[in-house]
């Protein structure tokens, strides 16, 4: 009776306005070839993140295997890149601005 474990990702998705990437990884554990057990683990990747000084850094996906890797490079185009940029940068200001403080009427 010989185990094997093996990984695939079985299922890969493409959500929301930036193209966030989905994968979700099955762990197989066989006996003698004969599925006996399996368990999910899930990760998202988006195009990129700030830096700083609000330069736009990509995400590294050198990791990430063979499918991933071409999904991500197909839907993480220029403008997809800039526009999500545009929003984090739009996301800091926010933050960063002064909450309205009620008046004292007392």
């Known amino acids: 009776m010989a185990l094997t474990e093996r ?8 959500v ?8 979700r990884r099955a762990d197989i554990v066989e006996r003698d070839g004969v599925e006996v057990a399996r ?14 000084d609000d ?4 995400t590294d996906i050198s990791g ?13 185009t220029q403008a997809i890149k800039d526009a999500y940029k545009a929003f984090l940068i739009s996301q800091k200001q926010t933050e960063t601005m002064p909450s309205p403080v009620p008046a004292d009427n007392g």
Request: charged share 25%; net charge negative.
């Open 7 to 14: 990984f695939e990702n079985d299922k890969i998705e493409v």
């Open 39 to 52: 368990s999910f683990h899930r990760h998202a990747l988006v195009c990129g993140s700030l830096d700083a």
């Open 55 to 58: 330069n736009f850094v990509n």
């Open 16 to 23: 929301g306005e930036y193209k966030a990437v989905q994968v």
């Open 64 to 76: 990430e295997d063979a499918d991933v890797k071409a999904i991500c490079i197909a839907v993480w």
